[in-house]
């Protein structure tokens, strides 16, 4: 089952792919949608953290 989350549930979604790449993405870019293709939200992506 999937669930849409609200504003007033979160804040920002932090999400790391199997590939180690992370994204920062606020949860206002993303309001309503069950589901998103990453690609498209490349502005999102942050650098890894320090080894």
């Given at each position: ?23 920062l ?25 320090a080894?």
């Amino acid at each position: 089952m999937r669930k849409v989350c609200g504003a007033d549930e979160v804040d920002d979604f932090f999400i790391v792919t199997s590939d180690f790449q992370c994204y920062l993405i606020a949860v206002a870019a993303v309001c309503g949608l069950q589901a998103i293709h990453l690609k498209g939200y490349s502005h999102y992506r942050v650098s890894r953290w320090a080894d």
